[in-house]
């Protein structure tokens, strides 16, 4: 297993939209699920999810409700909303954008310049 | 969308703040839990695994925190905690928090109450249904654009305009007499007017009391849209020269004399001796288009009743009748209204060339009374806003040193609190919610105050006016806008003086602070020079109030001893007021004018007593006066030598009872005066005008026109084609204290054929108590004549400089005492405030030698340093600010010296006083103690 990185700063909202965006999740579920996507390279700190959840549903881009659990206990589900769908959108075309030219910065050569 | 979500989720996180609490409490425990669990399955011990999942977890109280923040809920609750602990610690600092407190109630109070006074009296839409849409209709002839209407002419519009639902005419008031009416004591007079210096005529005990009525056309409440308290309003139908004759009683009134009796409406009333109807009650201070409550209101056509208007001047277009005010109909504007007059005056000029040769017609709206200001009305309304603005100004600046010296003690606390973590914005808002507290406690208190000072500003004011005047309206509650603004401007100052020392506060560098170091030795933080300008900035304020109140006050008191070239303090005027409303026939009149002289005259201590048709205080009245011979120098031939001049017919002893010096030729002989002759006493101003360089006697004048222009009922202008001047009098000033008439003629009075309202008497001693027995004296004469007497030293009291510099100048002595008081406070604390910050430093100087006065002078050089300068601002800003009061009152001694340094003088001393008390201090540090301190 690789060593796990540190998280970006200002990329956890993206996660979680992600991590959401492929089914309604409680807390615990998307802290999961986004270690399981990063193949458990990223370490995410605890705490901070809670924070970050509840500042995605107070801007209106992701919804709760609470449901039952997978062994049937009473938890917090959160699910995407239609604009947490346009704002994933748009943050990952920016990440994308973003990610391409730091490529293309970083892969310059000295011929090139 | 997102913006609705967000708002729903804070009004959700306040208002359910439990429930979300408790959520979140779940949300957090199922996470540890379900972490717990998995743990567990890989093998870990239930025990062990909680505890590494709580580890893994982190801060649990700090992510709820977070999440608290990130939903907004944090606002209100830190909003709440910081208003508990800014009320703890204002309640834990009493002295600071009530000095704040009432600094700031005071400026707030005073703002609100005079700004209202003034919004009330002046500014305030007209109570009446739909202000905006009232004009006020003025004649207009060159050279008067404000004239008023004759009663034709105001048929003549009202019948054919069509741009209004109505125009309507007010008559103007008068007093007439009333013998149903329970005679009343000397009047009360106003102890504040009193003490100010003003003294307005007073009715002689044993005449009769005269009730004010004004007269309006017909449709005047139905234009204004009035409902009457009882019974009914004033119709047209009321307003006919054959109705029966109705009267309408004003609601203060009718408390004042009936005591609100129901059975006065349907009862009857006798004006000047004519039985009328009263028809109805208007609510309590309802003044319609007036300035002020009248007594009675009654139709035009009742003037004519009581012998205000001869029936067939209602015919005559040069009589002033009225002034016209009118609605606009729906969906007529002002200029359209004006172009359909323009119309109708034109049809008018060319019907009656004679009369109307010149009149045009002009529409103003009439909202309120701010138009009939008249610029020295202005200029104490301007001098009063500035004053009390000044004063909010002081207690900001006071309130803001305040709260520097408050952040410099609030150092250290400032620096723990930074020092175990609380944030840098957090402690702001807190420090911020202090100072808005005290705004806040500002406020409650102030509109108390203001209400209070709105009550006796206006009972003052209506105390000092005669009730024959009427009553101004006296329900006035403080403005809520304008107590707004001033809380505002305090809050506003709380925050911005509030905000320097709190951004200063919470950058401290933490471990000097926590050290008591920061103040060591002099070090000369900012803070102290802010203070510094804040004390500078107020001792200028303070000093320019005081100086324009002093430069005012000695203005007024210039004007009382102004020789206005006759003598007046040993010269009573009696006039009698109205006597249209006797109705005597002229003979009469004649035989009481000639009574009345015999008896005043009789009054031991008087030494003589002369007649006038016009008094010599401010009763001017023009007519136009031309030389018959053309002036002998060339320059003067080519003007238009036509000029108004003052006139009054005056018996041959007038000149010696007002001690009026003939300059040269003589004063009328008894028959000249008798047979009225063709000659005349002119001032030496008018002398010189027309004949500079020449002697006048023998010269001739033309007095009058032969085609009267505008005038009022009674009071016909004089016509005579030639009149020998037999005299040349000194000037005297009667128009106006500041300088003498322009040109003044006297017509000789003939005793047997003009009664005249005036009589003045010249008095051995001081007149004043001369007046119970001149009043005895009327009675004895005809009890049913109203006259008012007072000394003509008192009624130069009411000339206008005098009234405006007067008042003016109290208003800022009163305003500038407090702020002086404010000043003292402000420099005392700032010393104390040094004195203690230093007490560690002077100890060490003390120890190492240093004497008390050495002390003294380096604590109260800190001190004094920012009054001087700010003596210096406030002398320069006196300088232009007495130039802008001279600009609008003439006759202000400039540059006086008196004004300048011994007001500064004098404020200097009482801050060097506010200086030294606390700086004694400084002197008495124990080193010992001082030291200990680290």
Same mark, same amino acid.
């Given at each position: 297993m690789d060593k796990q990185m540190e998280l970006l700063q200002g990329t956890l909202?993206?996660?979680?939209?992600?991590?959401?965006?492929?089914?309604?999740?409680?807390?615990?579920?998307?802290?999961?699920?986004?270690?399981?996507?990063? /193949?458990?390279?990223?370490?995410?700190?605890?705490?901070?999810?809670?924070?970050?959840?509840?500042?995605?549903?107070?801007?209106?881009?992701?919804?709760?409700?609470?449901?039952?659990?997978?062994?049937?206990?009473?938890? /917090?589900?959160?699910?995407?909303?239609?604009?947490?769908?346009? /704002?994933?959108?748009?943050?990952?075309? /920016?990440?994308?954008?973003?990610?391409?030219?730091?490529?293309?910065?970083?892969?310059?050569?000295?011929?090139?310049? | 969308m997102s913006l609705w979500s967000r708002a729903r989720s804070w009004l959700g996180a306040v208002t359910k703040r439990s429930r979300m609490e408790r959520e979140m409490d779940a949300e957090l425990r199922f996470h540890i839990e379900a972490f717990a669990e998995d743990l567990v399955r890989r093998g870990v011990l239930r025990e062990e695994a909680l505890r590494r999942a709580r580890i893994e977890f982190g801060g649990v109280e700090r992510a709820k925190e977070e999440c608290r923040e990130a939903r907004g809920a944090n606002f209100l609750e830190s909003l709440i905690q910081d208003a508990r602990f800014g009320l703890r610690m204002l309640r834990k600092n009493p002295g600071f928090t009530s000095v704040a407190v009432l600094t700031l109630a005071l400026g707030i109070a005073v703002n609100t109450a005079v700004f209202t006074a003034f919004d009330a009296l002046v500014l305030r839409p007209r109570p009446v249904k739909d202000p905006d849409s009232l004009v006020a209709v003025f004649r207009t002839t060159?050279?008067?654009?404000?004239?008023?209407?004759?009663?034709?002419?105001?048929?003549?519009?009202?019948?054919?305009?069509?741009?209004?639902?109505?125009?309507?005419?007010?008559?103007?008031?008068?007093?007439?007499?009333?013998?149903?009416?329970?005679?009343?004591?000397?009047?009360?007079?106003?102890?504040?007017?009193?003490?100010?210096?003003?003294?307005?005529?007073?009715?002689?005990?044993?005449?009769?009391?005269?009730?004010?009525?004004?007269?309006?056309?017909?449709?005047?409440?139905?234009?204004?849209?009035?409902?009457?308290?009882?019974?009914?309003?004033?119709?047209?139908?009321?307003?006919?020269?054959?109705?029966?004759p109705v009267v309408l009683m004003s609601g203060n009134f009718w408390q004042r004399q009936f005591h609100s009796d129901p059975k006065v409406v349907g009862s009857v009333l006798h004006l000047n001796g004519v039985p009328f109807t009263v028809?109805?009650?208007?609510?309590?201070?309802?003044?319609?288009?007036?300035?002020?409550?009248?007594?009675?209101?009654?139709?035009v056509?009742?003037?004519?009743?009581?012998?205000?208007? &001869?029936?067939?001047?209602?015919?005559?277009?040069?009589?002033?009748?009225?002034?016209?005010?009118?609605?606009?109909?729906?969906?007529?504007?002002?200029?359209?209204?004006?172009?359909?007059?323009?119309?109708?005056?034109?049809?008018?000029?060319?019907?009656?060339?004679?009369?109307?040769?010149?009149?045009?017609?002009?529409?103003?709206?009439?909202?309120?009374?701010?138009?009939?200001?008249?610029?020295?009305?202005? &200029?104490?309304?301007?001098?009063?806003?500035?004053?009390?603005?000044?004063?909010?100004?002081?207690?900001?600046?006071?309130?803001a040193s305040l709260l520097l010296a408050r952040a410099a003690v609030r150092h250290k606390e400032i620096a723990v609190r930074l020092a175990i973590g609380a944030s840098r914005g957090r402690l702001l808002r807190q420090l911020l919610t202090e100072s808005i507290l005290i705004a806040l406690f500002a406020g409650a208190a102030g509109l108390p105050l203001a209400a209070w000072l709105l009550h006796l500003l206006i009972v003052e004011i209506a105390s000092a006016l005669p009730s024959a005047w009427g009553t101004i309206a006296l329900q006035v509650s403080p403005d809520v806008r304008i107590f707004a603004y001033a809380l505002l401007v305090s809050c506003a100052?709380?925050?911005?003086?509030?905000?320097?020392?709190?951004?200063?506060?919470?950058?401290?560098?933490?471990?000097?602070?926590?050290?008591?170091?920061?103040?060591?030795?002099?070090?000369?933080?900012?803070?102290?020079?802010?203070r510094g300008l804040l004390i500078a900035g107020q001792m200028a304020a303070c000093l320019v109030l005081l100086i324009s109140s002093t430069l005012l006050l000695r203005g007024s008191q210039r004007a009382l001893e102004i020789d206005a070239g006759f003598e007046s303090r040993h010269v009573v005027c009696l006039e009698i007021i109205n006597p249209a409303n006797l109705r005597y026939p002229q003979a009469r009149m004649l035989q009481a004018n000639r009574d009345l002289i015999r008896?005043?005259?009789?009054?031991?201590?008087?030494?003589?007593?002369?007649?006038?048709?016009?008094?010599?205080?401010?009763?001017?009245?023009?007519?136009?006066?031309?030389?018959? @011979?053309?002036?002998?120098?060339?320059?003067?031939?080519?003007?238009?030598?036509?000029?108004?001049?003052?006139?009054?017919?005056?018996?041959?002893?007038?000149?010696?009872?007002?001690?009026?010096?003939?300059?040269?030729?003589?004063?009328?002989?008894?028959? @000249?005066?008798e047979g009225q002759a063709p000659v005349v006493v002119i001032s030496e101003a008018t002398a010189r005008r027309f004949w500079p360089g020449e002697d006048a006697i023998g010269k001739h004048l033309k007095i009058g026109l032969e085609k009267g222009t505008m005038f009022y009922p009674g009071e016909k202008d004089p016509f005579i084609p030639s009149s020998a001047v037999?005299?040349?009098?000194?000037?005297?000033?009667?128009?106006?204290?500041?300088?003498?008439? @322009?040109?003044?003629?006297?017509?000789?009075?003939?005793?047997?054929?003009?009664?005249?309202?005036?009589?003045?008497?010249?008095?051995?001693?001081?007149?004043?108590?001369?007046?119970?027995?001149?009043?005895?004296?009327?009675?004895?004469?005809?009890?049913?004549?109203?006259?008012?007497?007072?000394?003509?030293?008192?009624?130069?009291?009411?000339?206008?400089?005098?009234?405006?510099?007067?008042?003016?100048?109290?208003?800022?002595?009163?305003?500038?005492?407090?702020?002086?008081?404010?000043?003292?406070?402000?420099?005392?604390?700032?010393?104390?405030?040094?004195?203690?910050?230093r007490t560690h430093e002077i100890g060490i100087r003390m120890a190492l030698g240093a004497r008390g006065t050495q002390v003294l002078k380096l604590i109260a050089h800190e001190g004094l340093r920012p009054i001087l300068a700010g003596m210096l601002i406030g002398i320069v800003a006196s300088a232009g600010v007495s130039r802008l009061l001279a600009a609008m009152l003439f006759g202000l001694n400039l540059l006086d010296a008196f004004s300048f340094f011994g007001v500064s003088l004098l404020l200097g001393g009482v801050a060097l006083v506010a200086t030294l008390l606390p700086a004694r201090r400084a002197t008495k540090v124990d080193p010992m103690v001082a030291l200990r301190y680290e």
């Open positions: 909202d993206m996660l979680i939209l992600k991590a959401v965006s492929l089914g309604p999740l409680h807390g615990y579920g998307i802290l999961l699920r986004i270690q399981q996507i990063s /193949k458990d390279r990223l370490e995410i700190q605890q705490g901070s999810l809670y924070p970050a959840l509840y500042r995605l549903e107070h801007q209106g881009w992701i919804a709760s409700e609470w449901g039952e659990s997978e062994n049937k206990r009473k938890a /917090k589900y959160y699910r995407l909303t239609a604009a947490g769908r346009r /704002k994933l959108q748009t943050e990952a075309e /920016k990440w994308n954008r973003m990610a391409d030219l730091i490529e293309g910065i970083l892969g310059t050569t000295a011929e090139e310049v | 060159p050279g008067d654009a404000r004239g008023r209407f004759s009663y034709p002419d105001y048929i003549y519009f009202r019948d054919r305009s069509k741009s209004f639902s109505d125009l309507s005419l007010f008559a103007f008031g008068m007093a007439l007499t009333s013998s149903d009416l329970p005679p009343t004591g000397p009047e009360a007079r106003s102890r504040l007017a009193g003490a100010v210096g003003f003294q307005l005529p007073q009715l002689l005990q044993g005449s009769a009391q005269p009730v004010v009525a004004v007269f309006v056309s017909g449709n005047y409440f139905q234009m204004l849209g009035a409902v009457p308290l009882r019974g009914r309003l004033l119709v047209p139908a009321d307003d006919q020269l054959g109705s029966s028809v109805g009650v208007t609510p309590v201070d309802y003044m319609g288009t007036l300035p002020n409550v009248p007594s009675l209101w009654a139709p056509a009742a003037k004519v009743r009581v012998g205000g208007l &001869a029936a067939e001047n209602l015919e005559n277009r040069l009589l002033i009748a009225g002034m016209p005010a009118g609605r606009l109909k729906p969906g007529v504007s002002l200029s359209d209204a004006q172009a359909e007059l323009d119309v109708l005056a034109a049809q008018l000029r060319i019907a009656h060339p004679e009369d109307e040769k010149n009149t045009g017609v002009l529409l103003l709206p009439d909202r309120n009374d701010a138009a009939m200001l008249g610029p020295e009305e202005w &200029a104490l309304v301007g001098a009063a806003m500035s004053a009390v603005g000044l004063l909010l100004l002081i207690a900001c600046a006071n309130v100052a709380g925050i911005a003086f509030g905000l320097a020392p709190a951004l200063q506060a919470s950058k401290p560098d933490v471990n000097s602070a926590l050290k008591a170091e920061g103040t060591l030795f002099g070090r000369r933080l900012s803070r102290s020079r802010l008896g005043i005259a009789s009054v031991p201590g008087v030494r003589s007593v002369a007649q006038a048709s016009r008094d010599p205080v401010g009763g001017i009245r023009w007519v136009p006066v031309a030389p018959v @011979e053309a002036a002998a120098s060339a320059s003067a031939s080519h003007e238009s030598q036509t000029t108004g001049a003052g006139y009054s017919y005056v018996t041959p002893n007038y000149f010696d009872t007002l001690r009026i010096p003939i300059l040269r030729g003589r004063v009328f002989t008894p028959s @000249e005066a037999i005299g040349v009098a000194r000037d005297v000033r009667s128009m106006d204290l500041r300088r003498i008439d @322009e040109s003044y003629v006297y017509l000789p009075l003939s005793q047997s054929r003009q009664w005249t309202r005036i009589l003045l008497a010249r008095t051995e001693a001081d007149p004043r108590q001369l007046l119970p027995a001149f009043g005895h004296e009327v009675q004895r004469v005809d009890a049913s004549l109203p006259v008012v007497g007072a000394p003509l030293c008192t009624m130069i009291s009411m000339d206008p400089f005098f009234v405006v510099s007067r008042v003016g100048g109290l208003l800022a002595s009163i305003v500038g005492a407090l702020g002086l008081l404010l000043v003292c406070m402000g420099v005392y604390g700032m010393v104390s405030y040094t004195v203690a910050q």
